[in-house]
């Protein structure tokens, strides 16, 4: 079957400490996002890859890194210096300008 | 820049009656347009699209949307809900020329009454 997975589906981090976030698609997407999900404010982007090697911040991206060393797989790294990183992460992956379809989800907790 | 407004933060619905969640939109070209639900702890689902064509989409679980140029407007609708349809709803914008990327509005929450 062919989709995107998210994996952990929980996440705990200690203060300091950094966290990777895997996403990978097997539709043969070109383009890849990540979102933060916060109750009552929606979706806000992170990072996105429109191609391999290649990806520009969103509107939140501070605190984050990405990668986009092949085309299936776009892990996100959750650094230290982002201050509030309890949230609920989503990847999603597209054909350019074309819909775009969502992974199940990651919800990071900071202890 | 583009945003995405949905006035309603919860509504609540009997089972078996109409529904209808609001989104207003801000864009300066032609807008391409989205409805997703979302089940508690889980990704979003695409519910319909409008990207040019008949103003009146069709999607999934019975869901239908007018995109409306003149109010700026993509409202949903369904004719008689469904205790399933219990979730929360987003509406977004994609801005093609901007990288694809999508600007969701805060969501609607649906409860339904038995």
């Known amino acids: 079957d062919g989709g995107i997975t998210q994996s952990p589906k929980y996440l705990f981090r200690k203060e300091g400490q950094n966290v990777t976030l895997s996403c990978e698609q097997n539709l043969n997407h070109d383009a890849m996002y990540w979102y933060r999900q916060d109750p009552g404010q929606g979706l806000r982007l992170i990072y996105y890859?429109?191609?391999?090697?290649?990806?520009q911040k969103g509107d939140i991206a501070e605190g984050y890194s990405v990668s986009r060393e092949k085309k299936e797989s776009f892990p996100l790294t959750v650094t230290s210096a982002q201050k509030n990183p309890t949230a609920f992460y989503l990847c999603?992956?597209?054909?350019?300008?074309?819909?775009?379809?969502f992974g199940p989800g990651t919800r990071l907790t900071v202890l | 820049a583009q945003s995405v407004t949905q006035p309603d933060i919860h509504i609540t619905v009997s089972e078996g009656a109409s529904l209808e969640l609001r989104c207003n939109y801000s864009y300066g070209a032609t807008p391409y347009l989205f409805w997703y639900v979302q089940s508690p702890g889980q990704g979003l689902q695409l519910l319909l699209k409008?990207?040019?064509?008949?103003?009146l989409v069709q999607g999934i679980k019975g869901f239908e949307a007018e995109f409306k140029r003149s109010q700026s407007s993509f409202n949903l609708r369904k004719p008689s809900v469904h205790w399933s349809d219990a979730a929360e709803y987003f509406c977004a914008v994609g801005a093609w020329a901007a990288g694809n990327k999508l600007t969701f509005g805060g969501g609607t929450r649906v409860l339904v009454k038995p």
């Open positions: 999603a992956s597209s054909i350019n300008r074309d819909t775009q379809y």
């Open positions: 890859s429109q191609i391999v090697n290649d990806f």
């Open positions: 409008y990207f040019s064509g008949d103003t």
